[in-house]
């Protein structure tokens, strides 16, 4: 067995008594070590007779993990069980495992190699510190063994002396033990491997699988993030579904472009430890969503034809950049599903084209009855069946003069000749009669053929162009026309237009100084300028399937979510709040062009319960929305000035939003009328590099300084407002937000000051 020369020498000192009671706990040590069969409970022994033994207050035992670099332990006595890692270089621990030397520190807090930060995390104080290596029988030191505050005194040269004997006698122990622990750990991972790998094999929906294979190589690599990009062949670009269920977004990348691009391209392995050192990372996505990636590993996804069909993509390995151990797992994890993948493409592709033509089918206006070759019906959509008063499922499997019945005569002859014949007929504005009513349609009756030429039976489109066709021409003036369409498909419109609570998006938009720019144009001029206005705008509200209520003046009040709401309705509002300011930012130019006069203008949008239907008298009704979650809109689009913003959205928009967007929060306020203080972000997404140059330096610096704001720190937070003006000096918030500061300081608000501030104006 190895023999410490100091720990020997100090040995030598002990008494003959002393001597022999170190000897015998040290072997009863090692008979309690030996009887163990895990690693933490060698560790838990060892710490508990250290601390005993040199009577402290507490220990941890640390062993060292050369592939990362770290000194690691599970035990630290009076905290919760919990793995603790620190680089093998740092605080006393650290320097005590590089020099391979005891230490006895009396004053832990006056030892510039003391490390703070774990008393700041935990509340525990360390006063004094025992610290010894442990080495193996070669003389090696495998980790260190550390003991804090005597309980009695100050720790001496025989605790020292003691406690690098007893981690020398069980080192053997420990390095088994550590063995034996790395075996059994590789053998439950290939286990999960191989268990993991077979369940996702039989898994044919894309999305689900695509997010399990991300999912399990984060966790495999102990990653941050995952990736796996799929090649769509008639797009030439990898995709790739980010987030579940309502929330899942598709990703599309040219598949030639990029880190992913690149591998995909080559079919060769990429592992970049130092992301914004290598030229091929585009640090864009970086700066539109916020994150900061550090290391990529990328390895292309291979069929057992050995065709690249994706690439799975690794970000930022947890403790340092990956290694090749890494390199292989995830190439021989994207190998084993591999066909997988396909399989799963493929189904998926099957699917949507089902999918597709069963929606489609669904989704139209008119309606469409096929009848077989034997003349029994076979399908019928929606339109269909609500044109003819009946279902889908009532007249399944029936003779066309069963489905239309006596009345319609005529289209039952029409549907015998097109069979007989091969040749489509059609009828124009006619009338068919169903339970009495009678309904004015366009009908086109056209044989089915498959692609071998063989009949397939007959189909029926009905085109109503009765009430429901006259009714969408009224709606569609102030309504997207498709949102009218579906208006009309849900049958009862009185349900639709009639009042009731729903939940909305509502936009408020402004054009700023109006009243100085009818002082220029006059009358018409005023008029013919707001007209080309109101059509670029409207159009913005329209594409994403907003309802226009009314113009105000000059003002714009819209809103998403009704009549029929949507699952996105937050981000249809606040693409459509983007687009109008884009847009208006393009018409300036050309306005500026032809030496007109550009305009401006603000926008506030608000997502609560209002109140939404007909109100007015019996004369005059108007289809609008009232409540206060349109006020606050309103209120929102008037403060733009106050904060020199163009787009502010309130925190229950924000809440809901599910796309990723440059947002930052203003402020929190109490508007006019109001009691409850309110969060206000704005939305700077409209911005290009020339408009706003430097715009995540803005907003980290600027984030950090309302924070601090909001704790009183007048002096940090003005330096935050600085930096982030340094980074763009036209940003006018910040100036704002300086200004406020200087006035807080110099009439503090008190500590019970909860950052919110009092709006007054409307």
Same mark, same amino acid.
């Given at each position: 067995?190895?023999?410490?020369?100091?720990?020997?020498?100090?040995?030598?000192?002990?008494?003959?008594? @002393?001597?022999?009671?170190?000897?015998?706990?040290?072997?009863?040590?090692? =008979?309690?070590?030996?009887?163990?069969?895990?690693?933490? &409970?060698?560790?838990?022994?060892?710490?508990?007779?250290? $601390?005993?033994?040199?009577?402290?207050?507490?220990?941890?035992?640390?062993?060292?993990?050369?592939?990362?670099?770290?000194?690691?332990?599970?035990?630290?006595?009076?905290?919760?069980?919990?793995?603790?890692?620190?680089?093998?270089?740092?605080?006393?621990? %650290?320097?005590?495992?590089?020099?391979?030397?005891?230490?006895?520190?009396?004053?832990?807090?006056?030892?510039?190699?003391?490390?703070?930060? *774990?008393?700041?995390?935990?509340?525990?104080?360390?006063?004094?510190?025992?610290?010894?290596?442990?080495?193996?029988?070669?003389?090696?030191?495998?980790? *260190?063994?550390?003991?804090?505050?005597?309980?009695?005194?100050?720790?001496?040269?025989?605790?020292?002396? $003691?406690?690098? %004997?007893?981690?020398?006698?069980?080192?053997?122990?420990?390095?088994?033990?550590?063995?034996?622990?790395?075996?059994?750990?590789?053998?439950?991972?290939?286990?999960?491997?191989?268990?993991?790998?077979?369940?996702?094999?039989?898994?044919?929906?894309?999305?689900?699988?695509?997010?399990? *294979?991300?999912?399990?190589?984060?966790?495999?690599?102990?990653?941050?993030?995952?990736?796996?990009?799929?090649?769509?062949?008639?797009?030439?670009?990898?995709?790739?579904? $980010?987030? !579940?269920?309502?929330?899942?977004?598709?990703?599309?990348? +040219?598949?030639?472009?990029?880190?992913?691009?690149?591998?995909?391209?080559?079919?060769?392995?990429?592992?970049?430890?130092?992301?914004? &050192?290598?030229? =091929?990372?585009?640090?864009?996505?970086?700066?539109?969503?916020?994150?900061?990636?550090?290391?990529?590993?990328?390895?292309?996804?291979?069929?057992?034809?050995?065709?690249?069909?994706?690439?799975?993509? &690794?970000?930022?390995?947890?403790? %340092? +950049? #990956?290694?090749?151990?890494?390199?292989?797992?995830?190439?021989?994890?994207?190998?084993?599903?591999?066909?997988?993948?396909?399989?799963?493409?493929?189904?998926?592709?099957?699917?949507?084209?089902?999918?597709?033509?069963?929606?489609?089918?669904?989704?139209?206006?008119?309606?469409?009855?096929?009848?077989?070759?034997?003349? !029994?019906?076979?399908?019928?959509?929606?339109?269909?069946?609500?044109?003819?008063?009946?279902?889908?499922?009532?007249?399944?499997?029936?003779?066309?003069?069963?489905?239309?019945? !006596?009345?319609?005569?005529?289209?039952?002859?029409?549907?015998?000749?097109?069979?007989?014949?091969?040749?489509?007929?059609?009828?124009?504005?006619?009338?068919?009669? #169903?339970?009495?009513?009678?309904?004015?349609?366009?009908?086109?009756?056209?044989?089915?053929?498959?692609?071998?030429?063989?009949?397939?039976?007959?189909?029926?489109?009905?085109?109503?162009?009765?009430?429901?066709? =006259?009714?969408?021409?009224?709606?569609?003036?102030?309504?997207?026309?498709?949102?009218?369409?579906?208006?009309?498909?849900?049958?009862?419109?009185?349900?639709?237009?009639?009042?009731?609570?729903? $939940?909305?998006?509502?936009?408020?938009?402004?054009?700023?100084?109006?009243?100085?720019?009818?002082?220029?144009?006059?009358?018409?001029?005023?008029?013919?300028?707001?007209?080309?206005?109101?059509?670029?705008?409207?159009?913005?509200?329209?594409?994403?399937?907003?309802?226009?209520?009314?113009?105000?003046?000059?003002?714009?009040? &819209?809103? #998403?979510?009704?009549?029929?709401?949507?699952?996105?309705?937050?981000?249809?509002?606040?693409?459509?709040?983007?687009?109008?300011?884009? =847009?208006?930012?393009?018409?300036?130019?050309?306005?500026?062009?032809?030496?007109?006069?550009?305009?401006?203008? %603000?926008?506030?949008?608000?997502?609560?319960?209002?109140?939404?239907?007909?109100?007015?008298?019996?004369?005059?009704?108007?289809?609008?929305?009232?409540?206060?979650?349109?006020?606050?809109?309103?209120?929102?689009?008037?403060?733009?000035?106050?904060?020199?913003?163009?787009?502010?959205?309130?925190?229950?928009?924000?809440?809901?939003?599910?796309? *990723?967007?440059?947002?930052?929060?203003?402020?929190?306020?109490?508007?006019?009328?109001?009691?409850?203080?309110?969060?206000?972000?704005?939305?700077?997404?409209?911005?290009?590099?020339?408009?706003?140059?430097?715009?995540?330096?803005?907003?980290?610096?600027?984030? @950090?300084?309302?924070?601090?704001?909001?704790?009183?720190?007048?002096?940090?937070?003005?330096?935050?407002?600085?930096?982030?003006?340094?980074?763009?000096?036209?940003?006018?918030?910040?100036?704002?937000?300086?200004?406020?500061?200087?006035?807080?300081?110099?009439?503090?608000?008190?500590?019970?000051?909860?950052?919110?501030?009092?709006?007054?104006?409307?």
């Amino acid at each position: 067995m190895y023999d410490n020369p100091r720990t020997t020498k100090k040995a030598q000192n002990l008494s003959q008594s @002393e001597h022999i009671k170190q000897l015998q706990m040290m072997l009863d040590v090692s =008979r309690q070590v030996a009887a163990l069969d895990t690693l933490d &409970a060698v560790l838990d022994t060892l710490v508990s007779v250290a $601390v005993a033994e040199t009577k402290a207050e507490r220990g941890t035992l640390f062993l060292h993990d050369a592939t990362t670099g770290e000194l690691f332990s599970r035990v630290a006595q009076g905290l919760k069980r919990h793995e603790i890692r620190i680089l093998d270089n740092v605080g006393i621990a %650290g320097f005590t495992f590089q020099n391979g030397d005891g230490q006895i520190i009396h004053d832990a807090y006056n030892d510039e190699r003391f490390n703070r930060d *774990v008393d700041a995390e935990t509340g525990f104080t360390t006063k004094s510190i025992l610290a010894a290596p442990v080495r193996n029988a070669k003389g090696e030191v495998i980790g *260190v063994a550390q003991v804090l505050n005597k309980k009695d005194g100050q720790f001496t040269e025989l605790d020292l002396a $003691v406690l690098e %004997g007893m981690t020398t006698q069980c080192a053997i122990t420990l390095q088994s033990m550590q063995l034996v622990e790395r075996m059994e750990v590789t053998r439950q991972r290939e286990i999960e491997f191989l268990n993991i790998v077979s369940d996702m094999t039989s898994e044919l929906e894309l999305t689900r699988l695509l997010q399990r *294979v991300m999912s399990e190589a984060t966790r495999m690599l102990d990653a941050e993030r995952s990736t796996l990009f799929i090649n769509d062949e008639k797009t030439n670009e990898l995709f790739s579904h $980010v987030g !579940e269920g309502l929330d899942s977004v598709e990703i599309r990348l +040219p598949n030639h472009l990029g880190i992913a691009g690149a591998v995909f391209t080559s079919g060769d392995t990429v592992n970049i430890p130092y992301a914004y &050192a290598d030229l =091929r990372f585009n640090p864009g996505f970086d700066k539109q969503t916020g994150f900061f990636t550090r290391s990529i590993l990328c390895v292309p996804v291979v069929n057992k034809a050995g065709k690249v069909i994706g690439v799975t993509q &690794a970000l930022n390995k947890r403790g %340092g +950049p #990956f290694t090749e151990d890494d390199e292989s797992r995830l190439k021989a994890f994207t190998a084993q599903i591999a066909i997988g993948l396909e399989n799963a493409k493929l189904f998926g592709d099957v699917q949507a084209m089902k999918n597709y033509n069963e929606s489609m089918l669904q989704s139209m206006s008119n309606g469409v009855i096929t009848f077989d070759e034997e003349g !029994e019906n076979k399908t019928c959509n929606a339109a269909g069946a609500r044109i003819m008063r009946t279902s889908a499922k009532e007249i399944l499997g029936k003779k066309p003069e069963d489905v239309f019945g !006596e009345a319609n005569q005529w289209l039952i002859d029409k549907i015998a000749r097109v069979a007989e014949s091969d040749v489509g007929e059609n009828m124009m504005d006619t009338e068919l009669v #169903f339970d009495g009513d009678k309904a004015s349609v366009n009908v086109t009756v056209l044989p089915m053929e498959s692609g071998e030429g063989t009949s397939l039976g007959t189909l029926v489109m009905i085109e109503d162009i009765s009430d429901a066709k =006259r009714a969408k021409s009224t709606l569609s003036r102030y309504m997207d026309p498709g949102l009218a369409d579906q208006m009309l498909a849900g049958g009862n419109q009185d349900d639709i237009l009639g009042g009731k609570d729903t $939940v909305a998006t509502v936009l408020f938009s402004d054009v700023r100084s109006f009243t100085t720019i009818t002082e220029k144009l006059g009358a018409q001029g005023t008029v013919a300028l707001l007209n080309d206005y109101f059509e670029l705008m409207v159009d913005c509200i329209s594409e994403q399937g907003g309802m226009l209520d009314k113009f105000i003046g000059d003002a714009i009040m &819209a809103a #998403f979510g009704i009549p029929l709401p949507h699952d996105d309705d937050e981000d249809r509002g606040l693409r459509a709040g983007i687009n109008m300011i884009k =847009r208006l930012w393009e018409w300036n130019k050309a306005r500026a062009a032809r030496g007109e006069m550009e305009i401006d203008m %603000g926008l506030g949008l608000n997502t609560d319960s209002i109140v939404a239907g007909n109100i007015g008298s019996k004369k005059r009704m108007d289809y609008t929305m009232i409540g206060d979650g349109v006020n606050l809109a309103a209120r929102l689009e008037s403060a733009c000035k106050q904060y020199s913003a163009r787009i502010l959205l309130s925190e229950y928009t924000v809440a809901k939003l599910k796309g *990723v967007y440059r947002l930052r929060e203003v402020d929190k306020v109490v508007v006019k009328g109001k009691t409850q203080p309110v969060g206000v972000f704005e939305c700077l997404d409209y911005h290009t590099d020339e408009t706003f140059p430097n715009l995540m330096d803005v907003l980290g610096n600027f984030n @950090e300084g309302v924070k601090q704001y909001r704790k009183q720190e007048w002096d940090r937070a003005v330096h935050y407002f600085q930096d982030a003006l340094k980074a763009n000096e036209h940003d006018k918030l910040g100036h704002t937000y300086i200004e406020r500061c200087e006035l807080m300081r110099q009439n503090p608000p008190g500590d019970d000051w909860d950052g919110v501030w009092i709006m007054k104006d409307k």
